[in-house]
């Protein structure tokens, strides 16, 4: 068995043993991959694993200098009305889910309003960068900020990342106003969520193309912000989650995991349903590459 096999064999094993609701997964170690499907390869809403995805679209367009961490709302949004302290508040506070904007939305909720941009940005900051609060409307007003700049977010996408990941035509739920949600609501099979880790653990390269510079990867978990929260919660970078032993990942609801082991050059993807025991879930997928 290849070092792939074995990591898959371990997660699959648990898996069926405690009957967990995954869907499918995905080993990538070293150049080695293996798969293991519970149910077809569909495409599935893979939840917030979609806000590392557009943190990957913030992370080219800095690189091609369209827009920068430090570029503010007032800066990129200069139509909207905006409360007290946010003209101040980056696309890095955004990302970072520390605007300090008291306003939680997710993406299985009616938007409030006719533009959700405008409903969070509104209200006043308790201080840019100073406060965490976790929300699909701060991924999706970061990419909002993109969109002013470089129009539908998704089709800028294709050509820079889906296209070359060979990701045909993905499709990306919608606000009212025909932005993407950002936040949730990307629909992708496990394969091809599985490129995407092998993009992060690469750190941005693809089979020897450069998708999104090395930097940017690294910065996405180099600086973990405190949640308030404990355990696989407790630490928040850019659209990223920090795990045991210098794990991190993208995380999204029912249990759709890319979780990078550096240290051992792996990477474990996992989509799934699991309604009621998505922590075991992850802290399943962390045994198995801690072995």
Same mark, same amino acid.
């Given at each position: 068995?290849?070092?792939?096999?074995?990591? !898959?064999?371990?997660?699959?094993?648990?898996?069926?043993?405690?009957g967990l609701g995954a869907y499918g997964a995905h080993a990538l170690v070293g150049d080695d991959e293996a798969d293991h499907r519970w149910r077809s390869d569909d495409r599935v809403n893979v939840y917030s694993v979609s806000k590392g995805v557009s943190a990957l679209a913030a992370g080219?367009?800095?690189?091609?200098?369209? !827009?920068?961490?430090?570029?503010?709302?007032?800066?990129?949004?200069?139509?909207? $009305?905006?409360?007290?302290?946010?003209?101040?508040?980056?696309?890095?506070?955004?990302?970072?889910m520390s605007s300090g904007i008291d @306003?939680?939305? @997710?993406?299985?909720?009616?938007?409030?309003?006719?533009d959700l941009a405008q409903e969070m940005l509104r209200l006043p900051t308790r201080g840019p960068g100073e406060h965490f609060l976790y929300s699909d409307a701060s991924t999706y007003v970061a990419m909002r900020m993109l969109g002013a700049a470089v129009g539908d977010v998704r089709d800028w996408l294709l050509p820079r990342l889906f296209d070359p990941l060979g990701i045909d035509n993905p499709q990306w739920m919608r606000c009212p106003l025909g932005w993407i949600v950002a936040g949730s609501g990307l629909q992708l099979r496990t394969e091809e969520l599985a490129r995407i880790g092998r993009l992060l653990r690469d &750190?941005?390269?693809?089979?020897?193309? &450069?998708? #999104?510079?090395?930097?940017?990867?690294?910065?996405?978990?180099?600086?973990?912000?405190?949640t308030g929260s404990d355990g696989t919660s407790a630490h928040y970078g850019i659209a990223t989650w920090e795990g045991p032993s210098g794990l991190w990942r993208f995380d999204g609801r029912y249990g759709q995991y890319v979780v990078?082991?550096?240290? &051992?050059?792996? #990477?474990?993807? #996992?989509?799934?349903? $699991? $309604?009621?025991r998505t922590g075991r879930l992850l802290e399943v997928a962390h045994e198995a590459l801690l072995g």
């Amino acid at each position: 068995m290849t070092a792939a096999d074995q990591l !898959l064999d371990r997660f699959v094993r648990t898996v069926d043993r405690e009957g967990l609701g995954a869907y499918g997964a995905h080993a990538l170690v070293g150049d080695d991959e293996a798969d293991h499907r519970w149910r077809s390869d569909d495409r599935v809403n893979v939840y917030s694993v979609s806000k590392g995805v557009s943190a990957l679209a913030a992370g080219i367009a800095v690189d091609e200098g369209v !827009l920068t961490l430090d570029t503010t709302v007032a800066e990129a949004l200069p139509g909207l $009305e905006l409360g007290d302290g946010v003209g101040a508040v980056t696309l890095r506070h955004l990302l970072t889910m520390s605007s300090g904007i008291d @306003f939680q939305w @997710f993406g299985d909720q009616p938007v409030p309003g006719a533009d959700l941009a405008q409903e969070m940005l509104r209200l006043p900051t308790r201080g840019p960068g100073e406060h965490f609060l976790y929300s699909d409307a701060s991924t999706y007003v970061a990419m909002r900020m993109l969109g002013a700049a470089v129009g539908d977010v998704r089709d800028w996408l294709l050509p820079r990342l889906f296209d070359p990941l060979g990701i045909d035509n993905p499709q990306w739920m919608r606000c009212p106003l025909g932005w993407i949600v950002a936040g949730s609501g990307l629909q992708l099979r496990t394969e091809e969520l599985a490129r995407i880790g092998r993009l992060l653990r690469d &750190r941005g390269e693809w089979r020897g193309s &450069r998708i #999104v510079s090395a930097a940017w990867i690294d910065g996405m978990h180099a600086d973990w912000r405190d949640t308030g929260s404990d355990g696989t919660s407790a630490h928040y970078g850019i659209a990223t989650w920090e795990g045991p032993s210098g794990l991190w990942r993208f995380d999204g609801r029912y249990g759709q995991y890319v979780v990078v082991d550096d240290a &051992r050059g792996a #990477v474990l993807t #996992v989509t799934a349903h $699991e $309604e009621f025991r998505t922590g075991r879930l992850l802290e399943v997928a962390h045994e198995a590459l801690l072995g």
